[in-house]
């Protein structure tokens, strides 16, 4: 069971997301149902006696492979194109925050909250608690409020980094000198953990990425408590 759920994709935590899901499962249906009917249509005509050597032409099997593609190809760009709009999209942001990728740890800056900054580093091994995850978990989390919509401006202060949290469908280069932009939602509560996906030098393995989605109420506590310190 273990070794069939890492082929799978992680449980979504945001709404586009599990759009994004539901067009892999769509997708994947078209291209099983070609392999099939292309995989018999092989099978057949190595086993079978049926040959006619004046054969030509035929302007209607021409014809019928020639639409049958360009239907399907249809049925697969519209949902990629509508996805595609909406992942672009950002609609009146309720929080910014800027994420500066360095050798090899985060920075996040609370652009809307003054004097709130912090680094996020990797948990040693020898520092770990029985609760926490190897290589996996940081000593500072990114803070969010779920349901509500967050702008993210991510940048890298030395070489090319990649801020990638697969159950949120986000994966956005921090390239040095450039401001890329993202935004996310969360549509529950949760951990979610990720790891940069750029291979940026020695340590590249041990700068991962963990987001804490809490209620918006818990979240402005937090701020408090960060603006206080």
């Known amino acids: 069971m273990s070794t069939w759920s890492t082929l799978m994709l992680q449980d979504s935590a945001s ?22 009917l292309v995989g018999y249509m092989m099978i057949s005509i ?20 020639t639409l049958m593609p360009a ?20 609609n ?15 920075s996040y800056e609370y652009s809307d ?8 580093y990797m948990i040693p091994i020898n520092e770990m608690k029985s609760y926490n995850f190897r290589l996996l978990d940081v000593d500072n989390r990114m803070v969010i409020p779920y ?8 940048t890298s202060s030395d070489v090319i980094h990649s801020w990638t949290i697969p159950s949120m469908n986000i994966k ?19 951990i979610f953990f990720g790891q940069c996906s750029e291979i940026c030098g020695a340590n ?9 989605s809490i209620s918006p109420n818990l979240f402005m506590n937090w701020i408090s408590k960060m603006m206080e310190i």
């Open 46 to 65: 190595f086993f079978n006696k049926f040959n006619y050597r004046y054969l030509l032409e035929g302007q209607t099997i021409e014809i019928i492979w």
């Open 147 to 154: 349901s509500s919509q967050i702008r993210m401006l991510v």
């Open 113 to 120: 909250f003054s004097n709130i900054e912090f680094d996020s």
């Open 71 to 90: 239907i399907i190809l249809i049925f697969i760009a519209l949902p990629s194109l509508r996805l595609l709009y909406l992942l672009d999209e950002i």
């Open 204 to 212: 590249h393995s041990f700068m991962p990425i963990v987001i804490e």
């Open 172 to 190: 956005i280069d921090a390239t040095p000198g450039r401001l890329n932009q993202v935004s996310m939602f969360t549509n529950r509560t949760g």
């Open 15 to 36: 709404p586009l997301m599990e759009q994004l899901t539901f067009f892999h499962d769509h997708t994947l249906m078209i291209l099983i149902m070609i392999t099939v």
């Open 92 to 106: 009146n942001p309720s929080v910014t925050i800027k994420t500066i990728g360095h050798q090899w740890y985060w």
